[in-house]
T-cell receptor, first 113, second 119 residues
Framework: AQSVTQLGSHVSVSEGALVLLRCNYS??????LFWYVQYPNQGLQLLLK??????LVKGINGFEAEFKKSETSFHLTKPSAHMSDAAEYFC???????????FGKGTKLSVKP | EAGVTQFPSHSVIEKGQTVTLRCDPI?????LYWYRRVMGKEIKFLLH????????ESGMPNNRFLAERTGGTYSTLKVQPAELEDSGVYFC??????FGTGALNEKLFFGSGTQLSVL
Protein backbone atom coordinates (compact mmCIF):
# COMPACT_ATOMS: atom_id res chain seq x y z
CA ALA A 1 0.00 0.00 0.00
CA GLN A 2 1.15 3.50 -0.74
CA SER A 3 2.20 5.70 2.15
CA VAL A 4 4.11 8.88 2.90
CA THR A 5 6.32 9.60 5.90
CA GLN A 6 7.45 13.09 6.77
CA LEU A 7 10.25 13.12 9.30
CA GLY A 8 9.82 15.87 11.85
CA SER A 9 6.48 17.46 12.64
CA HIS A 10 8.25 20.74 13.43
CA VAL A 11 11.36 22.20 11.86
CA SER A 12 12.90 25.49 12.90
CA VAL A 13 15.56 27.32 10.92
CA SER A 14 17.10 30.75 11.02
CA GLU A 15 16.42 33.27 8.30
CA GLY A 16 18.91 32.72 5.50
CA ALA A 17 19.64 29.13 6.49
CA LEU A 18 19.05 26.03 4.40
CA VAL A 19 15.59 24.52 4.57
CA LEU A 20 15.40 20.72 4.37
CA LEU A 21 12.07 18.96 4.84
CA ARG A 22 12.18 15.21 4.56
CA CYS A 23 9.72 12.94 2.81
CA ASN A 24 9.90 9.22 2.20
CA TYR A 25 7.30 7.30 0.29
CA SER A 26 6.20 3.76 -0.22
CA UNK A 27 4.61 2.85 -3.51
CA UNK A 28 4.15 -0.35 -5.46
CA UNK A 29 4.07 1.53 -8.74
CA UNK A 30 6.10 4.44 -10.09
CA UNK A 31 4.75 7.32 -8.05
CA UNK A 32 3.71 10.83 -8.76
CA LEU A 33 4.92 12.95 -5.86
CA PHE A 34 3.89 16.38 -4.68
CA TRP A 35 4.75 19.02 -2.13
CA TYR A 36 2.01 21.35 -0.93
CA VAL A 37 2.24 24.32 1.40
CA GLN A 38 -0.45 25.75 3.64
CA TYR A 39 -0.05 29.28 4.91
CA PRO A 40 -2.20 30.32 7.88
CA ASN A 41 -5.89 30.60 7.03
CA GLN A 42 -5.33 29.56 3.44
CA GLY A 43 -5.86 26.46 1.34
CA LEU A 44 -3.15 24.08 0.26
CA GLN A 45 -1.03 25.41 -2.58
CA LEU A 46 1.05 23.27 -4.90
CA LEU A 47 4.78 23.92 -4.54
CA LEU A 48 6.03 21.36 -7.02
CA LYS A 49 5.39 17.90 -8.41
CA UNK A 50 7.36 14.97 -9.79
CA UNK A 51 5.80 13.10 -12.69
CA UNK A 52 8.68 10.90 -13.96
CA UNK A 53 10.37 13.56 -16.02
CA UNK A 54 13.41 15.24 -14.44
CA UNK A 55 14.37 13.90 -11.02
CA LEU A 56 15.21 17.40 -9.77
CA VAL A 57 12.04 19.41 -9.70
CA LYS A 58 11.94 23.15 -9.26
CA GLY A 59 8.91 24.77 -7.75
CA ILE A 60 7.64 28.14 -6.70
CA ASN A 61 9.26 30.47 -4.18
CA GLY A 62 12.74 29.00 -4.70
CA PHE A 63 11.89 25.50 -3.49
CA GLU A 64 13.06 22.35 -5.17
CA ALA A 65 12.90 18.63 -4.53
CA GLU A 66 14.85 15.65 -5.77
CA PHE A 67 13.31 12.28 -6.48
CA LYS A 68 15.62 9.47 -5.40
CA LYS A 69 14.21 6.11 -6.27
CA SER A 70 16.94 4.15 -4.50
CA GLU A 71 16.17 5.97 -1.27
CA THR A 72 12.39 6.26 -1.89
CA SER A 73 12.75 9.91 -0.95
CA PHE A 74 11.49 13.24 -2.19
CA HIS A 75 13.02 15.79 0.17
CA LEU A 76 12.17 19.48 -0.19
CA THR A 77 14.92 22.08 -0.01
CA LYS A 78 15.44 25.80 -0.25
CA PRO A 79 18.91 27.33 -0.04
CA SER A 80 17.94 30.36 2.03
CA ALA A 81 14.89 30.61 4.26
CA HIS A 82 12.70 33.71 4.34
CA MET A 83 10.38 34.68 7.14
CA SER A 84 7.53 34.31 4.65
CA ASP A 85 8.32 30.59 4.29
CA ALA A 86 6.84 29.90 7.71
CA ALA A 87 3.96 27.52 6.98
CA GLU A 88 3.00 23.87 7.08
CA TYR A 89 4.33 21.66 4.30
CA PHE A 90 2.78 18.43 3.09
CA CYS A 91 4.30 15.72 0.97
CA UNK A 92 1.86 13.58 -1.01
CA UNK A 93 1.84 10.65 -3.39
CA UNK A 94 -0.73 10.03 -6.06
CA UNK A 95 -2.35 6.69 -6.68
CA UNK A 96 -2.16 7.44 -10.36
CA UNK A 97 -5.37 6.87 -12.23
CA UNK A 98 -7.36 6.58 -9.06
CA UNK A 99 -7.21 10.31 -8.82
CA UNK A 100 -6.63 10.94 -5.15
CA UNK A 101 -3.67 11.84 -3.00
CA UNK A 102 -2.13 10.24 0.05
CA PHE A 103 -0.61 12.85 2.32
CA GLY A 104 2.05 12.79 4.98
CA LYS A 105 1.30 14.23 8.40
CA GLY A 106 2.83 17.57 7.53
CA THR A 107 5.82 19.52 8.79
CA LYS A 108 5.47 22.96 10.34
CA LEU A 109 8.34 25.19 9.38
CA SER A 110 9.28 28.07 11.66
CA VAL A 111 11.76 30.71 10.55
CA LYS A 112 13.62 32.66 13.22
CA PRO A 113 14.92 36.17 12.57
CA GLU B 1 -10.74 33.99 -11.36
CA ALA B 2 -12.36 32.86 -8.11
CA GLY B 3 -10.73 29.95 -6.34
CA VAL B 4 -12.34 27.06 -4.52
CA THR B 5 -14.70 28.47 -1.91
CA GLN B 6 -15.75 26.67 1.24
CA PHE B 7 -18.20 27.71 3.91
CA PRO B 8 -18.58 28.02 6.68
CA SER B 9 -14.95 28.55 7.57
CA HIS B 10 -15.67 27.38 11.11
CA SER B 11 -18.50 25.40 12.62
CA VAL B 12 -19.00 24.46 16.25
CA ILE B 13 -21.78 21.99 16.97
CA GLU B 14 -22.78 19.58 19.69
CA LYS B 15 -22.57 15.86 19.41
CA GLY B 16 -25.68 14.50 17.74
CA GLN B 17 -26.40 17.59 15.70
CA THR B 18 -26.28 17.87 11.93
CA VAL B 19 -23.86 19.99 9.97
CA THR B 20 -23.67 20.70 6.27
CA LEU B 21 -20.47 21.90 4.64
CA ARG B 22 -20.47 23.49 1.25
CA CYS B 23 -17.86 23.68 -1.48
CA ASP B 24 -17.96 25.78 -4.63
CA PRO B 25 -15.32 24.57 -7.06
CA ILE B 26 -13.67 26.66 -9.71
CA UNK B 27 -16.09 27.20 -12.56
CA UNK B 28 -15.69 24.55 -15.24
CA UNK B 29 -13.94 22.03 -13.03
CA UNK B 30 -15.68 18.71 -13.42
CA UNK B 31 -13.60 16.97 -10.76
CA LEU B 32 -14.31 17.73 -7.12
CA TYR B 33 -12.63 16.09 -4.14
CA TRP B 34 -13.28 16.13 -0.41
CA TYR B 35 -10.48 15.55 2.07
CA ARG B 36 -10.37 15.65 5.86
CA ARG B 37 -7.66 16.26 8.39
CA VAL B 38 -8.29 15.09 11.91
CA MET B 39 -6.03 16.90 14.37
CA GLY B 40 -2.55 15.47 14.46
CA LYS B 41 -3.21 13.11 11.60
CA GLU B 42 -2.76 13.07 7.85
CA ILE B 43 -5.03 14.75 5.37
CA LYS B 44 -7.16 11.88 4.10
CA PHE B 45 -9.17 11.47 0.94
CA LEU B 46 -12.92 11.14 1.40
CA LEU B 47 -14.43 11.08 -2.07
CA HIS B 48 -14.26 12.22 -5.66
CA UNK B 49 -17.00 13.54 -7.92
CA UNK B 50 -16.88 13.78 -11.67
CA UNK B 51 -19.62 16.23 -12.46
CA UNK B 52 -22.57 14.99 -10.39
CA UNK B 53 -21.43 11.36 -10.19
CA UNK B 54 -19.50 9.83 -7.30
CA UNK B 55 -16.40 8.37 -8.89
CA UNK B 56 -14.76 7.10 -5.74
CA GLU B 57 -16.16 7.25 -2.23
CA SER B 58 -13.79 4.76 -0.70
CA GLY B 59 -12.59 7.24 1.91
CA MET B 60 -15.97 8.06 3.44
CA PRO B 61 -15.71 6.94 7.07
CA ASN B 62 -19.27 5.71 7.61
CA ASN B 63 -22.88 6.25 6.63
CA ARG B 64 -23.22 9.32 8.82
CA PHE B 65 -21.50 11.19 6.01
CA LEU B 66 -23.45 12.09 2.88
CA ALA B 67 -21.97 14.00 -0.03
CA GLU B 68 -23.92 15.41 -2.92
CA ARG B 69 -23.19 17.41 -6.01
CA THR B 70 -26.48 18.17 -7.64
CA GLY B 71 -26.13 19.56 -11.15
CA GLY B 72 -22.41 19.06 -11.09
CA THR B 73 -21.69 22.48 -9.63
CA TYR B 74 -21.30 23.00 -5.89
CA SER B 75 -21.08 20.11 -3.46
CA THR B 76 -22.31 19.59 0.08
CA LEU B 77 -21.03 17.25 2.74
CA LYS B 78 -23.52 16.49 5.48
CA VAL B 79 -22.64 14.86 8.77
CA GLN B 80 -25.64 13.45 10.61
CA PRO B 81 -25.47 12.86 13.51
CA ALA B 82 -22.08 14.36 14.28
CA GLU B 83 -19.73 12.56 16.68
CA LEU B 84 -16.72 13.86 18.57
CA GLU B 85 -14.29 12.06 16.26
CA ASP B 86 -15.66 13.99 13.26
CA SER B 87 -13.86 17.12 14.44
CA GLY B 88 -11.20 18.31 12.04
CA VAL B 89 -10.62 20.38 8.95
CA TYR B 90 -12.56 19.45 5.85
CA PHE B 91 -10.93 20.45 2.59
CA CYS B 92 -12.45 20.61 -0.82
CA UNK B 93 -10.42 20.62 -4.02
CA UNK B 94 -11.23 20.80 -7.69
CA UNK B 95 -9.47 20.16 -10.96
CA UNK B 96 -10.29 20.49 -14.60
CA UNK B 97 -8.80 17.12 -15.43
CA UNK B 98 -8.84 13.95 -13.41
CA PHE B 99 -6.00 14.47 -10.98
CA GLY B 100 -3.15 12.10 -10.35
CA THR B 101 -2.50 10.90 -13.85
CA GLY B 102 0.80 12.73 -14.07
CA ALA B 103 -0.26 14.99 -16.89
CA LEU B 104 1.86 18.08 -16.95
CA ASN B 105 -1.14 20.39 -17.09
CA GLU B 106 -3.04 18.86 -14.23
CA LYS B 107 -3.44 20.90 -11.12
CA LEU B 108 -5.50 20.47 -8.00
CA PHE B 109 -6.86 23.62 -6.38
CA PHE B 110 -7.75 23.51 -2.70
CA GLY B 111 -10.12 25.61 -0.68
CA SER B 112 -9.09 26.98 2.70
CA GLY B 113 -11.14 24.39 4.51
CA THR B 114 -13.92 24.22 7.09
CA GLN B 115 -12.82 23.77 10.69
CA LEU B 116 -15.44 21.55 12.32
CA SER B 117 -15.54 21.22 16.09
CA VAL B 118 -17.94 18.73 17.63
CA LEU B 119 -18.37 19.23 21.37
Amino acid sequence: AQSVTQLGSHVSVSEGALVLLRCNYSSSVPPYLFWYVQYPNQGLQLLLKYTSAATLVKGINGFEAEFKKSETSFHLTKPSAHMSDAAEYFCAVSLGSQGNLIFGKGTKLSVKP
Amino acid sequence: EAGVTQFPSHSVIEKGQTVTLRCDPISGHDNLYWYRRVMGKEIKFLLHFVKESKQDESGMPNNRFLAERTGGTYSTLKVQPAELEDSGVYFCASSQYRFGTGALNEKLFFGSGTQLSVL
